[in-house]
């Protein structure tokens, strides 16, 4: 399995965003001359996603105790469409930005395609701890442009089901540790009672089945929404939000619990919920959201017994160095120091390293907070998040992805609230996405 995206799949992923244009601008000419040799005192302007008090803050301090000579300035932006134009018109502008987060893989391409971020191949290669990142390691664990590497991801997310252990422990279930997605459905057909759904979502299964790339055929030339893994997923979802067992998508909509999918777990409104680990300090703000059911972690249900499947989370929190950076020594500095040493100041924020290593039981007990006994089921963070095996893909095709994405996003949503059948659903997927990739050429 490759990770090269190659330019025409990279032009055709950068399309259609909102900001492509404006990066556009910068070009290729916007490569810095500097040579980033730093000598004296330097300050680096550092922007992401990330709360400054959920990691960064921490992170930063530690690095600069070590390299006193070298200071950070961290800006949040919010990782959203506002957020992102914000971040690319300060990269296009007259701001100082030496190193940047990227989160979204068509957000990642279409700053390397304007030429804003340094090529880190060789640096990464000649490194001992950040050389799993280069072109060729096995297992693939980044984003690659034309065989170059322009960032290395500081987060590996395992997704898992976030339960209420308290309701399961109410209806008297036991989770099998090979469970299912029929599994899945049963618990959740239980759990579901008087305002109670047993889940806000069931897993995706044609992720689940399908893994890397797996909205396209071989090649990148032709989309794959006729596969069946795809109608096998909709069929369940639409299935468990007809009985019930999962929240339907008017719902979902009117209370806005696609953007703050935390509120109906933490109400007690769901039962489980499929995430990620950043989201656990939603659970350890017990101000925000005051609960008191402990919350256990479990592996996401296989959509077949005995057949292997991928993991539908994540390599993230793409961090780059920008060209018009005059500190390039230093800003690779800080990208060793925070994927190496630096990586566990993220962790009580959730974000997970991406390399393995570590003291366990300190990483435990910082994902889990001070009040980590009364809010989790402990042994569940260890086993089914940083000691998980769990087999996580990585994307190679970008071809049209962006347009892909937002022809998918509103179909999903009109099969989802009923206003298309599924059979619709199918063949207008795959006629529109077919005609976007065509177009590319």
Known sequence: ?????????????????????????????????????????????????????SGPDALFAAFTAKHPNIKVKYTRYVNDDQGNLKLDTALQGGLE???????????????????????????????????????????????????????????????????????????????????????????????????VYGCLTPPDLARQRLGPDFTYKAGGRESNFDDPAFRENFQLRLDMMAEKSAVPMTEIVAQKWDAFAQTPFLTG???????????????????????DFQTILLPLPAPQKGVPFWNTGGYGDNVAITKKSAHQDAAFTLLQFWLGEGAARMVPGGRLPSLPGGDTAVLAADLGGPDAAKLFDERSLVTNLLTSDARIPVDTIQTAHAEIATIMNGLNQRVLLGS?????????????????IKKVG
């Open 269 to 291: 409104r769901v039962g489980m919920w499929i995430s990620q680990p950043f989201v656990l300090r939603y659970i350890k703000d017990t101000k925000e959201y005051p609960h």
């Open 97 to 195: 930005i030496d190193v940047v987060v990227s989160y979204a893989r068509s957000a990642l391409a279409k700053r390397v395609e304007a030429g804003l971020l340094t090529d880190l191949t060789d640096r990464i290669a000649g490194d001992a701890t950040l050389k799993a990142f280069a072109p060729g390691a096995e297992p693939a664990s980044n984003n690659f442009f034309d065989g170059k590497a322009y960032s290395v991801p500081a987060s590996r997310s395992v997704e898992t089901v976030l339960a209420n252990k308290s309701l399961l422990d109410k209806a008297g279930i036991t989770v099998p540790e090979d469970w299912t997605a029929a599994d899945f459905r049963a618990i959740a057909k239980e759990l579901s009672g008087k305002d």
């Open 1 to 53: 399995m490759t990770n090269t995206i190659s330019r025409r799949r990279l032009l055709a992923g950068a399309a259609g965003l909102g900001s492509a244009a404006l990066l556009a601008a910068c070009g290729k000419d916007s490569e810095s001359k500097n040579t980033g040799n730093d000598t004296g005192a330097v300050t680096l302007n550092v922007w992401g996603g990330v709360p400054p008090e």
């Open 420 to 436: 298309i059948s599924l059979d619709e659903w199918a063949r207008t997927a795959k006629q529109q996405c077919d005609a976007a």
